[in-house]
């Protein structure tokens, strides 16, 4: 099974911005969606963003589009999430995820991943 480890996370002001990286270990991303979910204190995981194979196809939730970019090195088997003006509805753990094989890349569910990271927390400060 894949291993992901996430860095990036930390505290920024709102309208500042933070770069997630996902590195990937133990086996390869090749030919898999991933995604960006995040947990905010108190409320359930949620989808944030995905990316298809080889990263020419990608879905944002509603909330973070035009705001956020997912983005992949095949190369390095890692995936990034640029965020931009990021606001304190942002403030949440972020965690990368491995999609199952045949998974769809709209409405990607936590019921279709296979792995997880460990999380990264991410904190904005209005």
């Known amino acids: 099974q894949v291993q992901l480890v996430e860095s990036g996370g930390g505290l920024v002001q709102a309208g500042g911005s933070l770069r997630l990286s996902c590195a990937a270990s133990g086996g390869t991303l090749s030919g898999y969606i991933m995604a960006w979910f995040r947990q905010a204190p108190g409320k359930e995981r949620e989808f944030a963003a995905a990316?298809?194979?080889?990263?020419?196809?990608?879905y944002y939730r509603d909330s973070v589009k035009g705001r956020f970019t997912i983005s992949r090195d095949n190369a390095k088997n890692t995936v990034y999430l640029q965020m931009n003006s990021l606001n304190p509805e942002d403030t949440a753990v972020y965690y990368c995820?491995?999609?199952?094989?045949?998974?769809?890349?709209?409405?990607?569910?936590?019921?279709?991943?296979?792995?997880w990271g460990q999380g990264t927390q991410v904190t904005v400060s209005s």
């Open positions: 990316i298809g194979w080889p990263g020419l196809t990608t």
């Open positions: 995820a491995q999609a199952r094989a045949g998974a769809g890349l709209m409405n990607l569910s936590a019921r279709v991943i296979v792995s």
